[in-house]
Nanobody
Framework: QVQLVESGGGLVQAGGSLRLACAAS????????MAWFRRAPGKEREFVAG????????YYSDSVKGRFTASRDNTKNSVYLQMHSLKPEDTAVYYC????????????????????WGQGTQVTVSS
């Protein structure tokens, strides 16, 4: 079992920055491909970013590309999402998710089934 705990959310003005962290316990994250998703009120869950087990492959949704950066530190069993130039439409609950490294993840990290999810952290961007 892997337990994931997100942190770093909060209230920020448009144009501001936040850094989310996802800390894992139970097992090492080094074997897991990771992703960040978000869910805004009244909307479906949306893929934000994915990072492979060694950080060698990183994917972003078009809506955050150029503004968000995913990274990981397997020695700290953590993944991160640095968010810059935040917009009100980025307001959502952000979740991290983990799946054991798999070939199909590299084709569509937004589409695979993730084995573990965190409880989420709220990000609110005011205009």
């Amino acid at each position: 079992q892997v337990q994931l705990v997100e942190s770093g959310g909060g209230l920020v003005q448009a144009g501001g920055s936040l850094r989310l962290a996802c800390a894992a316990s139970g097992r090492t994250l080094a074997a897991y491909d990771m992703a960040w998703f978000r869910r805004a009120p009244g909307k479906e869950r949306e893929f934000v970013a994915g990072i492979s087990w060694n950080g060698g492959s990183i994917y972003y949704s078009d809506s955050v590309k150029g503004r968000f950066t995913a990274s990981r530190d397997n020695t700290k069993n953590s993944v991160y999402l640095q968010m810059h130039s935040l917009k009100p439409e980025d307001t959502a609950v952000y979740y991290c998710a983990a799946t054991l490294d798999r070939d199909d993840w590299y084709s569509a990290p937004w589409a695979v089934t993730y084995d573990y999810w965190g409880q989420g952290t709220q990000v609110t961007v005011s205009s």
